[in-house]
T-cell receptor, first 115, second 110 residues
Framework: KAGVTQTPRYLIKTRGQQVTLSCSPI?????VSWYQQTPGQGLQFLFE???????NKGNFPGRFSGRQFSNSRSEMNVSTLELGDSALYLC??????????????FGPGTRLTVL | QKEVEQDPGPLSVPEGAIVSLNCTYS??????FMWYRQYSRKGPELLMY????GNKEDGRFTAQVDKSSKYISLFIRDSQPSDSATYLC??????????FGRGTSLIVHP
């Protein structure tokens, strides 16, 4: 079974531009979560989509938005890019684990550099 | 203060050493404790998870949780160069959204 895929893998943008990242979850998984990973802050939750609806949202400004399509593929958009948005953006789908929590399956990430 | 604190390292050890990786957390509501491993240019993958306090062993890996001191540990026995990666601890409570530490970079040299 194919894993979580993300495109593009690398992206270079300049301040003020906007960017759209794409994620396809594991086949059959209906939720997609997005995370931002930086050396200083680590892995931080952005938002989660399930069946085309945003179900949870982290503490990020409104410049970060997303959507999910009927085939469970998801896109994340960042508008008016800032230097501090340079990060690895990871998407994940999840399955329940025995005992009550979930396992997150991560894609390889999109490395965004803002100049 | 972050909810989950983890020393970023790097931690450099010789092959065969016992490695101890640690995290502390602040929210006593956390009940699930996970360790993810992230190789360079890859996303994190789940290594082990435990519920509440206690130990869990899987091959060369042992996860330990002490809820009284809010301390999470991962021990790697007979470490191998292939164990070189970043190890992230994560916790969650009633919500399935995990809170991650910053990750510790481990280097096992031959």
């Amino acid at each position: 079974k194919a894993g979580v895929t993300q495109t593009p893998r690398y992206l270079i943008k300049t301040r003020g531009q906007q960017v759209t990242l794409s994620c396809s979850p594991i086949s059959g998984h209906r939720s997609v979560s997005w995370y931002q990973q930086t050396p200083g802050q680590g892995l931080q939750f952005l938002f989660e989509y399930f069946s085309e609806t945003q179900r949870n949202k982290g503490n990020f400004p409104g410049r970060f938005s997303g959507r999910q399509f009927s085939n469970s593929r998801s896109e994340m958009n960042v508008s008016t890019l800032e230097l501090g948005d340079s990060a690895l953006y990871l998407c994940a789908s999840r399955i329940p684990l025995a005992g009550g929590t979930d396992e997150q399956f991560f894609g390889p990430g999109t490395r965004l550099t803002v100049l | 203060q972050k909810e989950v604190e983890q020393d970023p390292g790097p931690l450099s050890v010789p092959e065969g050493a016992i490695v101890s990786l640690n995290c502390t957390y602040s929210n006593s509501a956390f009940q699930y404790f996970m360790w993810y491993r992230q190789y360079s240019r890859k996303g994190p993958e789940l290594l082990m998870y435990t519920y509440s306090s206690g130990n869990k062993e899987d091959g060369r890996f042992t996860a330990q949780v002490d809820k009284s001191s809010k301390y999470i540990s991962l021990f790697i026995r007979d470490s191998q160069p292939s164990d070189s990666a970043t190890y992230l601890c994560a916790t969650s409570g009633g919500s399935y959204i995990p809170t991650f530490g910053r990750g510790t970079s481990l280097i096992v040299h031959p």
